[in-house]
């Protein structure tokens, strides 16, 4: 991260034309891959993730958890999605990503609810645009509800960060790329407990708390439009 390119207009506006605290647009969709058991498409800004969850039972058996299950998220991003061609395969980021994802739906699950089981999470980043892992994880949470696991609570999250000196809520590519800080973070809104903080840059203390508490704020929109895309399926499918 880099802090001496201009990040802000001489009207207090982001680059973009966003004011401090707000989201990129945000469109969820479920029910989009036929064959998996769950499924969502998110575009979050220029982002474009799908998401596919298949439940089955774990395998090989030593692999099985006898009383509760195992949630395994993949995140993935295809060769295209960024703008400089990125190598197919596996690498530390996207291991990263993959496991602060899986950590973060089994906190959400009631994984013992489904002993054996093993819940594969297939992301795939179609475009990446910055806020790749919370579009991912905010997807997951629908995706895996669609496919009827059960859950206590959707996972939520957004991403809040530092620009040109100033605490911005939902970095775009430029603010992420040479912004001061990133700082993702995702909660179960019902009690409020953190299932993802990372931080990435340099911050105070009271910007931090300045940066969660934006992000708070924004997080009761963001799961509206998760109820909403798993309600308009099947409101959808039972007036048919
Ligand atoms: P996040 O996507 O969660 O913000 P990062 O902060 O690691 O995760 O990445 C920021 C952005 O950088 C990504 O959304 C993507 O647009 C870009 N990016 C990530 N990995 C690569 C890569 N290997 N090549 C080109 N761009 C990348």
Redesign the pocket.
């Known amino acids: 991260m880099e802090g001496n390119i201009k990040l802000m207009r001489e009207d207090g506006l982001r680059l973009d034309g966003r004011s401090l605290n707000e989201m990129r647009p945000i469109k969820i969709q479920t029910g989009v891959v036929d064959r998996a058991d769950g499924s969502a498409f998110i575009e979050w800004g220029a982002?474009k993730i799908i998401v596919a969850v298949y439940v089955r039972e774990a395998y090989p058996k030593h692999a099985q958890n006898i009383d509760r299950a195992i949630v395994k998220a993949r995140y993935n991003?295809s060769g295209y999605?960024?703008?400089?061609?990125?190598?197919p395969g596996p690498?530390r980021?996207?291991m990263e990503?993959s496991k602060v994802v899986s950590e973060a739906l089994s906190s959400a699950i009631v994984l013992e609810k489904l002993p054996r089981a093993e819940i594969d999470v297939f992301i795939q980043?179609l475009e990446?645009?910055?806020?790749?892992?919370?579009?991912?994880l905010t997807a997951s949470s629908v995706a895996v509800a669609d496919a009827g696991v059960p859950m206590r609570d959707l996972v939520v999250g957004c991403?809040a960060g530092k620009a040109d000196g100033k605490i911005v809520l939902d970095?775009s590519?430029d603010e992420?790329?040479f912004g001061q800080a990133?700082i993702?973070m995702a909660i179960l809104p019902r009690t409020g407990k953190v299932v993802l903080l990372q931080l990435?840059g340099d911050v105070t203390e009271e910007e931090f708390n300045e940066a969660t508490s934006m992000m708070m704020d924004a997080m009761p929109r963001i799961s509206e439009l998760q109820r909403n895309a798993l309600m308009s399926k099947y409101s959808i499918e039972d007036g048919e």
């Open positions: 982002n991003m999605s960024v703008e400089e061609r990125k190598r690498d980021r996207t990503i980043v990446a645009d910055a806020g790749t892992r919370i579009a991912s991403t970095l590519k992420d790329n990133d993702p990435d």
